[in-house]
């Protein structure tokens, strides 16, 4: 059975940094493009960042400039950086792949997700900003 496993989240201030993690069991990440996704409490989940099978990187307009997206050394593993943090980051964070639907929204400036689209979620990892 698939499996996302994140990890990397945590507390810290307005301009901070975190990296995020994300490994993968199974072919989910499979010559897919694969992404970072994001839930804040009572909102909708987004697609903040995406790095297609050939190495392309996209960004929602909310974090561009600030995120980077980028496939492991170790097969099936991708990572989000994150830097100048805002308190808007806050969320769960989850990873897995993206459809052509991501893509096209992406390229469009954002993206939300029909949850139950996907066979596989993670449990997330929790972003908290705040002084």
């Known amino acids: 059975q698939a499996q996302l496993v994140e990890s990397g989240g945590g507390v810290v201030q307005p301009g901070g940094s975190l990296r995020l993690s994300c490994v993968a069991s199974?072919?989910?990440?499979?010559?897919?493009?694969v992404g970072w996704y994001r839930q804040p409490p009572g909102k909708q989940r987004e697609l903040v960042a995406l790095?297609?099978?050939?190495?392309?990187?996209m960004y929602a307009d909310s974090v561009k400039g600030r995120f980077t997206i980028s496939r492991g050394n170790v097969k099936n593993t991708v990572h989000l950086q994150m830097n100048n943090l805002k308190s808007e980051d806050t969320a769960t964070y989850y990873c897995?792949?993206?459809?052509?639907?991501?893509?096209?929204?992406?390229?469009?400036?954002?993206?939300?997700?029909?949850?139950?689209?996907?066979?596989?979620w993670g449990q997330g990892t929790q972003v908290t900003v705040s002084s």
């Open positions: 897995n792949s993206v459809s052509l639907d991501g893509l096209f929204g992406l390229q469009r400036g954002s993206y939300f997700p029909k949850i139950s689209d996907y066979d596989y």
């Open positions: 199974g072919s989910i990440f499979s010559r897919n493009n």
């Open positions: 790095i297609t099978s050939g190495g392309t990187r």
